[in-house]
């Protein structure tokens, strides 16, 4: 299986995030909701293009775990969201990630204008 390149597994509970998601950034983040010990199975993949600490909190009771990392532009997070999808088809992520309104960018993968 590929690697995400991601940092974690961390467990996604509030406490978790602010103490290792701690810069307001842009950034990628891959969930799990499995229960057992194993490895990690993504379940969703998404971003944020401004504060990757609060999208996270979005999804806290819905998932158990995360993995993350920062991104230096909103277009490089989208780019990263995009291989991600691309490389593991998440199970709970049906439609291919959204670009911003009116930024123009393109997946780098598909070249699909979302």
């Given at each position: 299986?590929?690697?995400?390149?991601l940092?974690?597994?961390?467990?996604?509970?509030?406490?978790?995030?602010?103490?290792?998601?701690?810069?307001?950034?842009?950034?990628?983040?891959?969930?799990?909701?499995?229960?057992?010990?194993?490895?990690?199975h993504?379940?969703?993949?998404?971003?944020?293009?401004?504060?990757?600490?609060?999208?996270?909190?979005?999804?806290?009771?819905?998932?158990?775990?995360?993995?993350?990392?920062?991104?230096?532009?909103?277009?490089?997070?989208?780019?990263?969201?995009?291989?991600?999808?691309h490389?593991?088809?998440?199970?709970?992520?049906?439609?291919?990630?959204?670009?911003?309104?009116?930024?123009?960018?393109?997946?780098?993968?598909?070249?699909?204008?979302?």
């Amino acid at each position: 299986m590929a690697e995400t390149g991601l940092n974690g597994p961390f467990a996604l509970n509030a406490s978790t995030i602010d103490q290792e998601v701690g810069k307001t950034s842009a950034g990628v983040y891959a969930l799990d909701q499995s229960h057992d010990s194993g490895g990690f199975h993504i379940s969703y993949v998404g971003r944020s293009d401004t504060d990757l600490n609060q999208r996270l909190h979005e999804h806290v009771g819905k998932y158990k775990r995360f993995k993350y990392e920062y991104y230096d532009s909103a277009q490089d997070a989208f780019e990263k969201e995009c291989a991600l999808y691309h490389d593991f088809n998440p199970p709970s992520r049906i439609s291919h990630p959204s670009r911003p309104k009116g930024s123009g960018w393109k997946c780098p993968r598909c070249h699909l204008v979302g």
